[in-house]
């Protein structure tokens, strides 16, 4: 486990490399000028090569991009183009909270997947199999943008149950950062009014997230259910006098479960890069609406570093689900 665990972390690096040229690809070839836009309006040409030869974007863009390479090989994602920070500052401050977004999404993900999937395929062609079959519709069809404003109308202007935006209230001092999650930093400093605040204000970016990726789960769950309750295993354990209660959940559950976590692991890259659209919408400040706006600035520098963290934390995941199907699956063991 431990050599597959090294061979998959080295395999990152020609991913990441992959990622890197392909975007710097794209970036190049966009219609926009980097150095038109920091120089203003109103700038005049010579004031456009100015800033063109500060940035080295005078430089043809092999060079440019060897240049970069050299600098994220020292852990050095550049300066911010627009707020003249470093990149990586800027990342650093906002990541967890785009991590804290994905990993609650993920938990009402696998937990509201799982049980409706299981319920489908126990109560196969019921009322409740009907329902599950529509959710896991409604979750493919609606479109996340649409599910945000309709959550926002809802439970934030009409019924006034949640708020309609940020991640705490203005008024509030965020809790002693420890981790960067709000949720796990109140936990530890024993501050539940920034708890309780907090998940009101995560509870509807968390849902918009995780409600096109529930229904995929609950969609594979159900399936793989449906296939394992017609196994020979499952016979013999009726014949043997076994309430069908006491099979579901640690044998046809427990086999049914790997694609589900295949999903999951899949699934929470989507959600960090899925993210932007709920971050806008809710105003929440994650790396999704850092890297929006460096898109209508061309801030090049960021849009690199967010598609690294971004690539590397999706093959990190990657990894962890493999170790997470050995542990439930000791055939793989």
Request: a neutral charge; charged letters at 15%; proline letters at 5%.
């Amino acid at each position: 486990m431990l050599e597959f665990i090294c061979r998959r972390i080295l395999s990152l690096f020609p991913v990441i490399l992959g990622l890197l040229v392909l975007t710097y690809a794209l970036l190049y070839l966009a219609p926009s000028d980097p150095a038109t836009i920091l120089a203003g309006e109103n700038a005049s040409v010579e004031d456009i090569q100015a800033v063109r030869k500060e940035y080295g974007l005078d430089r043809p863009v092999y060079v440019q991009f060897g240049m970069y390479l050299k600098q994220v090989s020292v852990g050095n994602l550049g300066v911010s183009m627009y707020s003249n920070r470093p990149v990586l500052e800027d990342i650093a401050q906002r990541l967890p909270a785009t991590i804290e977004l994905a990993l609650v999404s993920l938990v009402l993900m696998a937990i509201g997947g799982i049980t409706l999937g299981t319920m489908g395929a126990v109560w196969h062609n019921s009322p409740i199999d009907h329902v599950t079959r529509m959710i896991s519709v409604a979750g493919l069809a609606i479109a996340t943008f649409w599910l945000a404003i309709m959550l926002q109308l809802v439970f934030a202007m009409v019924l006034g149950w949640f708020p309609v935006r940020g991640r705490i209230p203005p008024e509030m001092v965020p809790p002693v950062q420890i981790t960067g999650l709000y949720l796990l930093d109140s936990i530890l400093t024993l501050n539940f009014s920034a708890f309780r605040d907090a998940v009101r204000h995560i509870t509807l970016p968390a849902i918009t997230l995780a409600f096109g990726g529930l229904a995929t789960v609950a969609r594979f769950t159900r399936s793989s259910m449906l296939e394992n309750l017609t196994k020979e295993y499952v016979s013999y354990q009726h014949a043997t006098g076994v309430p069908f209660r006491r099979i579901i959940v640690p044998y046809v559950l427990r086999n049914s479960v790997i694609t589900a976590v295949t999903q999951l692991g899949l699934l929470f890259g989507s959600l960090i890069s899925g993210a932007v659209v709920v971050e806008m919408i809710f105003d929440w400040p994650g790396i999704g609406s850092y890297l929006v706006n460096a898109i209508f600035t061309s801030d090049y520098k960021v849009i690199l570093a967010v598609t690294i963290v971004v690539g590397v934390i999706y093959a990190l995941v990657n990894i962890i689900v493999d170790v997470i199907h050995a542990m439930i699956d000791p055939r793989l063991r």
